[in-house]
């Protein structure tokens, strides 16, 4: 009951931020107040919250706002809101303070205000389709629409829809902005070299121990008698939601094998560019909405999908996934098939990486000698403390150039069962930087750098030339940006 609790608590923090992404550069963003358009009021804000009155400002409180930038209001409730949203995220919160949020709420507003003056549009259709996701989320937790709104404290659907949007419009248009101006931004050699030569040697980073890994991977294969009980089995869950009106979202708690079964085989937002095979996309783009397709085979399995919302260029699908059987003699071929490998690259018959091209199963890899890539950076390095645990278990006890014997792979993102044998290629100790070891990571630091510069240039130029009001109570604040144009 307890991990539930908190589940819900992560997710209504999530609802508060304005469903900010999960990076680590997310925008904290909180309901947007526009500036009236009488713009003879908004530019006397200044003197009237000096005055302390009380005369009303789009029904806000004039001694209630924290502050002003460009067209949008920072009210002093945003920032405790803001407070107490992280807190309920479980993020460390000491080091914070008022001014700090208030500062990054400005920042937000700032970049949500100039992408609006360089004509850099988020649809309505990508606003509401957020919306959407997160309103269907939140009933998934909490348990339906009217219990959303009482925990909100929410009068209708309806409002609560019109804040989503608000909150949804200003941090995608906060985002895009912030990507145009880093967009361009790109390192050289020489500026990789200054950057790493002007750090003192004290004060260079330690890298953790990393390993480089390569693999050949075998997929056994189904028979054909095999595929055909699959593809039959596709078939009549498909008639039976066609004709006999059985629902989608059932069959697949009850049927599919793919990650997405607890959810109804649902995948929401699927547009041309999302990084879903082509063979997915391909029926997801050709079905009206309400149709269920024919079976059809992915890298994955066999898959039937039903179309579930269209909105322009988005489709929210289901889809159940289910994967012919693969016999225990067709495993035990491909695991005596790998330990002749194995054997033949002791022998130096051929070379590992030789034997990858040749004989491994993985396009991904075979190209380039079994290479692993980390997904987190596409380096050929895996930091030992950073390492999905299972492939750690895996290598920790392989030498260098020590091949292991076959190993039994399931595919998480739901393909069948596999074979692969790995190999420690390279063992690199923790150590301080060096240039030559370690030029990628150095590269990425002297772009996050430039990057930071190139941000803070915009923000001094913006700042200038946007119209800014703090309130007096924040004036002894100090921000990280020049807010009270000193």
Known sequence: MKKNKTKLLIGIAILALGFSRAQSNDSIVETINPVPEDKEMAMGMDSAIKKDTVSTFKRVKLDGIAAVVGDYVILESDIEKTLIDLKNQGAATEGLTRCGLLGKLMEDRLYAHQAVQDSILVSDDEVNAQGERQLQSLVQQIGSMDKVLRYYKKPDETSFREELYKINKLRMLSEKMQQEIVSKVEVTPEEVRQFFNKISESERPVFGAELEIAQIV??????????????????????????????????????????????????????????????FKDVAFSLREGAVSD?????????????????????????????PEISKQAMENARAELDTIRQHILDGK????QAALNFSDEEETKYDGGVLRNPINFDSRFELTKMDPKLYNQVRNLKDDEISRPLLEQDQRGGGPSLKLLRVTNRYDEHVADFSKDYMKIQQLATTEKQYKTIKEWMDKHIKDTYISVNESRKDCEFANNWMKK
């Open 350 to 353: 051929y070379t590992f990486a």
């Open 295 to 323: 079976p059809f085979k992915t890298m994955f399995g066999y898959h039937i999908m039903y179309i579930e919302k269209i909105r322009g260029q988005e489709r929210d699908v289901r889809h159940i996934l289910i994967q």
């Open 218 to 279: 075998k997929q056994p294969e189904p028979t054909d008698a095999e595929i055909q009980v699959v593809l039959d089995k596709l078939n009549k869950i498909k008639a039976d939601v066609e004709d006999n009106g059985a629902s989608f979202s059932v069959k697949a708690i009850l049927y599919s094998q793919g990650p997405t079964k607890t959810k109804g085989g649902l995948i929401e937002g699927i547009t041309k560019q999302s990084g879903y095979v082509k063979e």
